[in-house]
Structures are given as C-alpha cells and as structure tokens.
C-alpha cells in the first residue's frame, strides 16, 4: 500500500550508549516531516511498555528539546533486557493495531531486530499493514552485515581515552595493571583500548579477547616477559574471555552461574575476573605491584569522551529508518557500510539477515599470539573516534642531568 498512515510508534532497548538519543531524535524529527504519519508515540522501557500501554506522545515535543535530548547520553524513553518470543510478540502486536501503529521502529541489537521480524510475521498473518524498521544500536559493535555499530565509536573512545590515563598512571608507579572490558563474544571495546598507545613502550601492552582461547600459563608468561622488558605491565582484558572449550573464564570461577533474561552468563557487575587474574600473577611471580579494575557500565554512557562521527552517525540512521518506511515503503534493518578512505553509506537489508547473529573480530584484526591486535584493526578503529581523539600525552624529552656525588662515590 502506497499510501499507508496511521501512528508511530518507537522505542529504545538493551544497553544504553553515549548517542542513543541522537537516533530517536533523528526519527522523531524527520517523521514530522510526513503527513502520513498522524501521532508519534514512544514506548517507556521498550517492549515492555508497549505490552503495558505505557507510551508517550512525542508528537508534542519540541524540536528544541529534542535537540537537547540528542546530546543527552542514555535512553531518554528508558530500556529494557526483556527477550520477547513468540507469545510476547503476539501482545506486542495487539497493542499496536489496538493504537493503529503502522510504522514501528525499535533502536537496538540484533535481540531488537529479531523482535521486529516475530512482530512482522504476525502482521502479515493477519494482512495488517505495518513498517517495522530496526535502528542498529550496540556498544558490543556485534551487528552483522554492519561496517560498525551507533554506540560503539563513543565507547571505545572511553576505554582508549581511559587507558591512555592509565597507561601514564601505570608509567608514574609501575607495577601490572589489568582492567576488564565489556564484550562477551566480540572483542570490539576492549581492542580499542590499543588506541591509547603510540609508541612501544606504551600500554596496553597486552590485549585478550573473547576470539582467542585464553590460556592461564600463556598468560602469566606474556605479563613476565613484558614486565621484565619496561618494568611495568599494562593489560586490557575482555569480560568474555574463554577456555579451548569455549566456557567463559568468567563462569569458570563462579561458584554460582546467574543467567539474565536471555539466557547468558552475567559477566558484568562484579569484579571476579579482574581479582583472579591479578591472583594469578601474584601467586606465580614475584612482582608486589598488581591491581585490577573492572570498567562496568562506565563504557556505555560516558558523554564527555562522544565520538562526533558516532553522534552523526547515529543520528543519521534514525532518519533513514524513517526514510525507508515511510519515503521508501519497505520493512528491514538500517545498516552502515564504510566506503572509500572513511565515508558511510546506509542501506536496508531483511530483518531476518541481523535478527539473533553475532559479528565477532576478523582474522586479520588480532595478532599471532593472540595477546594484541593488528595495525589494520588500528586503521579500521581511527576515524571513528573523531578527529579530536588525541590519545597518549605528551613526554618530557629532558636529558638526564650526570650525577655528580653518586660519581664522587665510585
């Protein structure tokens, strides 16, 4: 149907990130433009609320405060972990034909993407007509078919703009520091931790990602022959790493497995893994100085270290969403691909290519040892974290004054 109206409706789910709202904004601004979309309306807390009805009318929201939402980070319609099947998805539906909802857009991860494709099936079980268009959303940057993903450049600015201080920190009072990244099977974040490095003697000094088996005698010989070299020992750890067996180290420590609303091992919110880690260096070497620290939810929402590529990126994708269902007629997932030296295009590809995948880092991104990444992981990360990234500080280039009584003494 060509001319399809009826109401929006849109909503924010998972993880928060730093320009999230830049989405919504995007889509809310540019569906004022069509007069066939007749109300616009959001959803507090994603699927949830619109199972509850509660849902709000930005319809009368202001440009000027849509703006200022924009630049605000965190999910300005709040979020939710909940994992819709197919019985979720049918209440899901009713809601939307009970308010003539006939352009649905959810920003999101690929759990999103997958519920758009269970709502749409019923939509066209019942021949009900309805646009419902995945806006990419994920720190994780897991998102197949996606060059890279709305919410991570802003991310991994934070973990390399962290471990560049951590780094000099580390510098001042040597000794092993570890810190522990968000990523359970893509190790996107915690390879931009490299970013903070620009010459050798600079950490991180060793990287470990969910792609590589992690081995705990491998380990404690990368920490000691890089400790013997500079004195000092930066690592940047993700929170998925695993055994040859694929069990996440994390589970393999816990005496009690807790699960979250999709069914996977929670990984963040403690401190366990970074602490074994640095008990496994204490206990097999001699050196005093080991400290652990785990990120946490600190990557996610961090506005003052947004990646300007990543805020007009993500903005972007929220229009296009609403261009290809509205402009264009068409039902899918909005997608980014890098073209040229660094330029993005957007496409729209099937709901059911994104829904329930993972992306995980390339081959040639991750190094031999499988203890840091490439140059061209390097090449691919740089210009998504804006051209204001500076990374590292400087270095003093002072000469050493010669002693002169410690001369006297010898």
Known sequence: MDNLKGNMLIAQGGGPTAVINQSLAGAVLKAKEYEN???????????????????????????????????????????????????????????????????????????????????????????????????????????????????????????????????????????????????????????????????SQDGPHLIYLPERAFSTGNFIRDVKKVYNEYGRCVVAVSEGIQDEKGTPIAAKLADEVEKDAHGNIQLSGCGS???????????????????????????????????????????????????????????GSV?????????????????????AKTKVMSDEFINNDGNYVTGKFKDYIRPLLGSSFKGSGARLRAYEVEPALRKKDE
């Open 37 to 199: 979309i007749e109300n616009i309306y959001g959803s507090l807390n994603g699927v949830n609320g619109i199972i509850n009805e509660r849902l709000v009318d930005l319809s009368r929201e202001t440009s000027n405060n849509l703006e200022m939402i924009a630049e605000t980070p965190s999910s300005a319609l709040l979020s939710t972990r909940d994992k819709p099947g197919k019985e979720y998805c049918r209440k899901i539906f009713e809601v939307l034909k009970a308010h003539n909802i006939r352009f649905f857009f959810y920003i999101g991860g690929n759990d999103s993407s997958d519920t758009l494709r269970i709502v749409e099936e019923f939509a066209c079980g019942e021949n009900y007509d309805i646009r419902a268009v995945h806006i990419p959303k994920t720190v994780d940057n897991d998102l197949v078919l996606n060059d890279h993903t709305p919410g991570y450049p802003s991310a991994a600015r934070f973990v390399a703009e962290a471990f560049s201080g951590l780094d000099l920190d580390n510098r001042s009072l040597p000794g092993v520091y570890i810190a522990v990244v968000m990523g359970r099977h893509a190790g996107f974040l915690t390879a931009a931790s490299s970013m903070a490095s620009k010459c």
């Open 273 to 331: 893994l970074g602490d074994t880690l640095k008990g496994f260096i204490k206990n097999n070497t001699d050196i005093g100085r080991v400290r652990a620290d785990t990120f946490g939810y600190l990557q996610r929402s961090f506005g003052v270290c947004t990646s300007e590529v990543d805020k007009s990126e993500a903005r972007e994708v929220g229009e296009m969403a609403v261009y290809y269902a509205v402009g264009e007629n068409k039902t």
């Open 335 to 355: 997608t980014i691909n890098r073209v040229g030296d660094y330029a993005v295009e957007y496409n729209l590809v099937k709901l059911d290519r994104i829904a």
